[in-house]
């Protein structure tokens, strides 16, 4: 088996942490079955590697992995260690039947002040000597080993630069900034990771990459910085699932590059047609329920009821889509009627329930829906079969029912 392919300058690879870090959501917990099968769709859309769990943490853990080794190899499978050495033996105990160049041990551990002193009691130079014996005890196990430093974002600047130098120098094929906090903004990530890449000596001996928390909402804004000052690898999650806000989620930033190819030329490997997908799928197995206006894959994506927009929409769908529903597997795009609806998105409604009115009578229809109830909305085929009854009389309805209680109607796109 030849080794496997590398990140380069030309390339962004995905490393994606959903079945680790996403799971460590409140309320994510996984079945083995469960993250099996995430695995396989990972696989699908074509993860360059994956997080697939800490084995320190139990059994579970453990054959998750190794069911995942055997049902699903990944190109590249990972498991999350401390610096403690049983933690590296249970890792590779997990990946004992995977193939050497598959497999690889992620170590971590805090480089911060408040982590130092608080969380650890060690000085700097202890903190050094336990990345260094870490690595070099990984390496007996596993031909590729990575290091992140925990609390990165909050590290100083000198001694992050020296803990990268000695991870690089013990082994480590992969280092990582992290903002375990999700604190940064776009423009201090571009300063930190252009600090790195700048002022790490030995850096073009490994691959960095970025490990990012999204507590202030700017996850993918700060992976796209990041990727923008030459970051090769991204961490993130389907959904942005992950520790109290989430992780940087994978399919907002392949959406953004793919859209934005001027400014991310960068190749990419993932299937974006399988986003929506593999979302669906994430979001059952997690039990963490999906934004409703969660971008790229939340349900009202490609949904609106403005009355200006759904007039643009049926004249030419592109004058307020953001993207082709197509590209990430999405759902049909849909007008969903209702108070702020215009007479165009009305008449279309009116017109698929076979009703056709003249422009003086659909104007008397619109008046009277937009004051009707919340509650007569659920079923706009029936509010408006029974508008047109009160006003034109029961003849002009005929036979029309509501066959739904769906309040959405779907427009195929013109030359589709």
């Given at each position: 088996m030849q080794e496997m392919s590398k990140p380069s300058k030309g390339a962004v690879f995905f490393s994606d942490t959903t079945l680790r870090d996403g799971e460590q959501m409140a309320g994510a917990s996984m079945s083995v079955d469960q993250k099996v099968e995430i695995a396989k769709a990972l696989k699908d859309i074509g993860i360059h590697s994956a997080d697939l769990g800490f084995p320190a943490a139990?059994?579970?853990?453990?054959?998750?992995?190794?069911?995942?080794?055997?049902?699903?190899?990944?190109?590249?499978?990972?498991?999350?260690?401390?610096?403690?050495?049983?933690?590296?033996?249970?890792?590779?105990?997990?990946?004992?039947?995977?193939?050497?160049?598959?497999?690889?041990?992620?170590?971590?551990?805090?480089?911060s002040p408040i982590h130092r002193e608080a969380k650890l009691g060690m000085s700097r130079s202890q903190i050094l000597d336990e990345i260094r014996r870490a690595i070099t005890y990984a390496r007996n196990h596993f031909k590729f080993v990575s290091f992140s430093p925990e609390d990165a974002s909050r590290t100083e600047p000198d001694f992050l630069r020296e803990v990268y130098g000695e991870a690089i120098d013990a082994g480590a094929r992969t280092v990582a900034y992290t903002d375990t906090l999700g604190i940064l903004t776009p423009e201090k990530t571009r300063t930190a990771v252009r600090h790195i890449l700048d002022h790490v000596a030995n850096i073009d001996r490994a691959y960095f990459a970025v490990h990012l928390h999204n507590d202030l909402g700017l996850a993918t804004a700060n992976t796209l910085a990041a990727i923008d000052e030459g970051v090769q690898i991204v961490q993130c999650t389907i959904n942005?699932?992950?520790?109290?806000?989430?992780?940087?989620?994978?399919?907002?930033?392949?959406?953004?590059?793919?859209?934005?190819?001027?400014?991310?030329?960068?190749?990419?490997?993932?299937?974006?047609?399988?986003?929506?997908?593999?979302?669906?799928?994430?979001?059952?197995?997690?039990?963490?329920?999906?934004?409703?206006?969660?971008?790229?894959?939340?349900?009202?994506?490609?949904?609106?009821?403005?009355?200006?927009?759904?007039d643009g929409i049926l004249k030419d769908p592109q004058t307020y889509l953001p993207f082709d529903p197509d590209l990430v597997g999405g759902p049909p795009l849909t007008l969903t009627l209702g108070k702020h609806s215009g007479r165009a998105a009305f008449r279309k409604c009116l017109e698929t329930m076979g009703l056709e009115l003249s422009e003086p009578q659909l104007v008397q229809v619109v008046a009277v829906a937009k004051e009707a109830d919340k509650e007569d909305w659920a079923s706009p085929e029936r509010l408006l079969s029974t508008i047109v009854a009160q006003l034109f009389g029961a003849d002009s309805v005929g036979a029309v029912e509501s066959t739904s209680a769906k309040s959405e109607v779907s427009f195929t796109k013109p030359n589709a």
């Open positions: 139990g059994q579970n853990e453990i054959k998750a992995i190794q069911r995942i080794v055997k049902e699903a190899p990944l190109p590249l499978m990972v498991a999350l260690c401390r610096t403690r050495r049983e933690d590296i033996d249970l890792a590779a105990e997990a990946f004992a039947d995977a193939h050497p160049l598959r497999c690889s041990a992620a170590i971590f551990l805090g480089t942005g699932i992950g520790e109290r806000a989430g992780n940087t989620s994978l399919e907002e930033v392949v959406t953004a590059m793919l859209l934005n190819r001027d400014q991310y030329p960068q190749k990419i490997s993932i299937k974006p047609h399988l986003l929506t997908a593999i979302s669906r799928l994430v979001e059952r197995h997690s039990a963490i329920a999906l934004a409703v206006n969660k971008p790229v894959v939340g349900r009202n994506i490609f949904t609106t009821e403005a009355g200006i927009h759904q």
